[in-house]
T-cell receptor
Framework: GEDVEQSLFLSVREGDSSVINCTYT??????LYWYKQEPGAGLQLLTY?????DMKQDQRLTVLLNKKDKHLSLRIADTQTGDSAIYFC?????????FGSGTRLLVRP | NAGVTQTPKFQVLKTGQSMTLQCAQD?????MYWYRQDPGMGLRLIYY???????DKGEVPNGYNVSRLNKREFSLRLESAAPSQTSVYFC???????????FGEGSRLTVL
């Protein structure tokens, strides 16, 4: 079945890089996504990667995809306190978006 | 530019009561979704509507019903609320079979 897994918590120092990891199960997923949720708000799309790509860079964000291992990661360079949030990876499957449990990122000053 | 609007934002129910969560989007999106968010469990899909006139079950449909009233509106009904339905509910929409979902701000429901 479809299942997306993430670690629950990550703490980094301001200015360091953050790496959030995710594994997924549906090898037919065309796109894989990263969403960000700030406190008291809904989710917002952060970035996405097409399944035939290995890497995508968007300013401070780098997404790496290892399709063989079904592993997705999100790297945030020069992490800022404003990056503190919950990050969800998601796979797209048959009109549905299946989310992981979310990784809470805490950025320490 | 309203996007996705959910009402109510907060609701407290007693076990056995019924209620309807309303959702409307003004982006002319075809697909709409209802998710629930519980601590440590991420977002789980309750029901979705790929297009006007169709609805389908997601991962956790039991205890819920939905209505796609028109292209703009997608409501979620709890016929007989249970404490296990205490959660934050999110409505979302997307243009056409893409993963770029636009979310409402959420509805926090407590069932006593």
């Amino acid at each position: 079945g479809e299942d997306v897994e993430q670690s629950l918590f990550l703490s980094v120092r301001e200015g360091d890089s953050s790496v959030i990891n995710c594994t997924y199960t549906d090898s037919s997923s065309t796109y894989l996504y990263w969403y960000k949720q700030e406190p008291g708000a809904g989710l917002q799309l952060l970035t996405y990667i097409f399944s035939n790509m290995d890497m995508k860079q968007d300013q401070r964000l780098t997404v790496l995809l290892n399709k063989k291992d079904k592993h997705l990661s999100l790297r945030i360079a020069d992490t800022q306190t404003g990056d503190s949030a919950i990050y969800f990876c998601a796979e797209h499957s048959s009109y549905k978006l299946i989310f992981g449990s979310g990784t809470r990122l805490l950025v320490r000053p | 530019n309203a996007g996705v609007t959910q009402t109510p934002k907060f609701q407290v129910l007693k076990t056995g009561q019924s209620m309807t969560l309303q959702c409307a989007q003004d982006m002319n999106h075809n697909s709409m979704y209802w998710y629930r968010q519980d601590p440590g469990m991420g977002l789980r899909l309750i029901y979705y509507s790929a297009s006007e006139g169709t609805t389908d079950k997601g991962e956790v449909p039991n205890g819920y019903n939905v209505s796609r009233l028109n292209k703009r509106e997608f409501s979620l009904r709890l016929e007989s609320a249970a404490p296990s339905q205490t959660s934050v509910y999110f409505c979302a929409s997307t243009r056409t079979n893409t993963g770029e979902l636009f979310f409402g701000e959420g509805s926090r429901l407590t069932v006593l």
